[in-house]
């Protein structure tokens, strides 16, 4: 057998592997991130702001806007069940972005996108949009934006 060959031969698998390694860690540390997304739709749930608030990266909400969305959307946490994943990715050594759907009691869904920042081993939120992802007329359609500047890469 030819030496390119073998090379070949070698190079493929070797290859292969590394792709699914770099997948295996990049699923394994969006997937960590999801529960701080819950936790925050549960505060949002019980009106709780400082749950609701310690969910957030302190560089893109305050105390007072969190507490502010709460009150002012609360048609967004009510009746919540649960969250759907659909997509998830990198954006850096340290972001991530997250999207999926909320889903409610009584069929009702709504679209939501995530931005994560890992901080001392700890995922926060950077910004989240809830509901449309275009024009942000919350007469024509509930959604709410919160947060700082999208992350490198977005």
């Not at 060959?5 to 295996?24: K, M, N, R, S």
Request: include cysteine.
């Amino acid at each position: 057998m030819p030496r390119e060959g073998l090379v070949v031969i070698i190079l493929i698998p070797a290859i292969a592997i590394i792709i699914a390694i770099v997948y295996w860690v990049i699923r394994r540390n969006l997937s960590k991130g999801q529960p701080v997304i819950k936790k925050f739709m549960e505060a949002g749930v019980e009106k709780d702001v400082e749950t609701a608030y310690a969910c957030w990266s302190p560089q893109c909400a305050t105390r007072e806007e969190i507490a502010q969305l709460i009150e002012r959307t609360y048609e967004l946490f009510g009746g919540y069940k649960r969250l759907a994943f659909s997509s998830g990715r990198t954006c850096g050594s340290d972001h991530y972005s997250m999207g999926g759907s909320i889903i409610y009691s009584g069929r009702r869904r709504l679209s939501f996108e995530a931005r994560l920042v890992k901080e001392n081993g700890v995922f926060r939120i950077t910004s989240v949009q809830i509901g449309s992802t275009g024009m942000m007329d919350i007469m024509k359609s509930p959604s709410v934006s919160l947060g700082g500047p999208l992350g490198p890469g977005l």
